[in-house]
């Protein structure tokens, strides 16, 4: 009964007051739908419950009909047709068309800017637009009344210039888009040139991406010949460009000059000076350019005389004559970053305790890593190095035993496969690969640190002793620098070492070098740009983020900026002039940042991190494709499925 009447004093007087219900209670007695006396409960709770479950009084709320907007503009798209209310007649070459003045002023910005001003067209019922057809114009006006449009290759074009000179930016980057996933080879080239004419930064952006990722492919294309000597430069200046080898680079600036060589020899000085010639083999590199080119442009011997030296001085760094270096501004070069290798985090361990078999890949080109098959064994502290295009996997520990065996991965088939073991089963192991063979140099296990070193013959696949090191070092960080080992502190048993020591393969013999300036165990070592550095490690218990480097022409050692963080059990490698530090324990936690040491710049920038958190894993460089390196896991998978 209270709701009732409730109710009916609300739908009557529609806001309900709580310190007006006495007088309307005495009109609610005398109501034909009250059947008896009511009272006035004065309870702000009571009211409140009934206020919030009644529908009556719920809180306003603004709705809109899913369909309004469709709707209305299916109408005013009626209207356009029957012409009905329409008000004013746009002419294009080709036809006019009967529109809303309020609809184009709406949604197209070019129309809002021309009735909102004081041209004469503001004031006009008939407005003539020059050099938009028909067909372009119906297109846009059929966008603006129904928000649909056909796009193909063959009106994509038309519709981005109109849509730009409307400025019906909706429309534009619809185009845009449309052509973005639409790119191939064949047509990049010509995308360009319309993302240039009508300035579509977004999709211009996305060609030139494309054409660094697809460069063999687009080289192919006869458009390729077209393109102008700025782009060219462009493209072969760029350490993204996706290659196999500088070959190929080499391959594409031969084939565009002789395209044209009346006009274009005189460009070939200043493509030389993009073209990194200290990473092509001579013999390609003589092949190429002696048979193929400098016979036919050797009647103009200025230029002729240029490009002999130019070759002379990338090639040998030969500045004597005519200082060719500064005439061509020819420097050192890097390898291009799909050249230039990759580098594997193989094994070690995680938060978890237990060693990993995963291994991951890191691809500088795209700044990512990728997972490939996984080792056979789990492996921490394991010797991990490349040689001959393959990686090996040497010693370790499995979570249970140290470790004599040994597995190479070889990038061509995508997995792994047992090959001889060690003489010694060990951990905190560390291998380097010098003149064809490979060296396992130190370690520990349960008992003791070793001072000994096996090498492994790759050709006859078996494992011989060594000299012994002077020093027994576990968690040893080496490298190969001059045609000598080094190897770079550790821990003796009892603690971490700052001493260090290289190896002669001819005398078979071990000599003391200068010690570093702090004591490293399980340090990351690597050489660059013919200094050896060591990066990160434990003193005794303490990881450390510092950093040193040797100089082996003034043995010494220098302190160089550290890292951004402790790492102890770092993996450290080389590659594209940089150096990595992968991985690690900072004293709380297993690492998976990573971070490059730019000696030019000389500053540690990060890069991205390792799928897993490790510590103790091998990490080396090794020259294959990261294109080979994918195809090959993917096979792989596709069979296990």
Request: proline share 3%; hydrophobic share 40%; net charge negative.
């Given at each position: ?44 709770e009571l009211f409140d419950t009934f206020k919030n479950s009644s529908p ?199 084939k565009w000059v002789l395209f044209d060589i009346d006009a274009r020899y ?376």
């Amino acid at each position: 009964l209270f709701l009732k009447l409730a109710i009916y004093l609300h739908r009557r007087y529609f806001i309900v007051k709580k310190f007006k219900l006495q007088s309307l209670m005495m009109e609610a007695q005398s109501s034909r739908f009250v059947a008896r006396e009511c009272f006035l409960i004065d309870s702000d709770e009571l009211f409140d419950t009934f206020k919030n479950s009644s529908p009556d009084f719920a809180p306003k709320v603004d709705a809109v009909p899913e369909k309004h907007f469709s709707d209305s503009f299916e109408l005013l798209n009626e209207f356009k047709l029957s012409g009905f209310l329409c008000d004013i007649t746009i002419k294009v070459e080709g036809g006019e068309f009967r529109c809303h003045k309020s609809v184009l002023a709406a949604t197209i910005p070019y129309f809002r800017s021309m009735f909102a001003s004081e041209m004469k067209e503001s004031h006009q019922e008939e407005v003539e637009i020059r050099g938009i057809s028909a067909d372009s114009f119906k297109r846009i006006l059929d966008f603006v009344y129904t928000g649909r449009v056909t796009l193909t290759m063959e009106n994509v074009q038309y519709l981005l210039c109109t849509s730009s000179f409307f400025q019906v930016d909706n429309l534009f980057h619809f185009c845009e888009t449309f052509l973005e996933q639409r790119l191939s080879p064949n047509n990049c080239l010509w995308i360009r040139k319309i993302s240039l004419m009508y300035d579509c930064q977004y999709l211009l952006k996305c060609v030139d991406e494309y054409i660094f990722e697809h460069f063999k492919e687009v080289c192919e294309v006869p458009d390729f010949l077209e393109i102008t000597f700025d782009h060219l430069e462009q493209l072969i200046s760029d350490s993204n460009l996706n290659v196999s080898s500088e070959s190929d680079v080499l391959a594409a600036v031969m084939k565009w000059v002789l395209f044209d060589i009346d006009a274009r020899y005189r460009c070939l000085v200043d493509l030389f000076t993009r073209i990194r010639f200290q990473h092509l083999p001579l013999a390609f590199l003589l092949r190429s350019v002696d048979a193929d080119l400098l016979r036919k442009i050797c009647s103009d011997v200025q230029v002729h005389e240029k490009l002999i030296h130019s070759l002379m001085t990338v090639l040998y760094q030969d500045t004597s004559v005519l200082n060719v270096a500064n005439l061509l501004n020819i420097k050192p070069t890097l390898p291009r970053k799909s050249t230039a290798g990759v580098i594997f985090c193989v094994g070690g361990r995680g938060s978890h305790g237990f060693p990993f078999r995963s291994v991951e890949v890191y691809d500088w080109r795209r700044d990512r890593w990728f997972p490939v098959c996984s080792m056979i064994y789990q492996r921490r502290h394991v010797g991990v190095v490349s040689a001959n295009g393959m990686v090996y996997a040497v010693g370790g520990h499995s979570g249970t035993d140290h470790l004599s065996s040994v597995e190479v991965f070889d990038p061509s088939v995508g997995f792994w496969a047992s090959t001889a073991s060690m003489n010694t089963n060990r951990r905190g192991i560390a291998t380097a690969h010098l003149e064809g063979a490979i060296y396992a140099v130190g370690g520990l296990d349960d008992s003791a640190c070793f001072s000994k070193v096996e090498r492994y013959d790759v050709e006859m696949v078996s494992w011989s002793f060594v000299s012994r090191m002077n020093v027994p070092r576990g968690g040893v960080g080496v490298t190969t620098l001059g045609g000598y080992l080094f190897a770079i502190g550790g821990n003796n048993g009892t603690s971490a070492l700052d001493s260090c020591e290289r190896f002669s393969p001819y005398l078979n013999r071990w000599t003391t070098i200068a010690s570093m300036v702090q004591r490293r165990a399980g340090a990351g070592v690597a050489a660059l740009n013919g200094m050896i550095y060591a990066v990160g490690g434990f003193d005794d218990n303490s990881p450390l983020s510092s950093v040193e480097r040797y100089d082996p022409a003034l043995d010494i050692w220098t302190m160089v900026p550290p890292m951004s963080c402790p790492r102890g059990g770092v993996g450290v490698a080389a590659m594209g002039g940089r150096l990595y530090a992968v991985g690690g324990h900072d004293g709380t936690n297993y690492l998976n940042t990573v971070e490059a040491f730019d000696p030019v710049e000389n500053k540690w920038t990060p890069v991205a991190s390792t799928l897993h958190c490790r510590a103790g894993a091998g990490v080396a460089w090794c020259d294959c494709s990261v294109e080979m390196l994918i195809s090959k896991t993917m096979a792989i998978c596709r069979k296990s499925v």
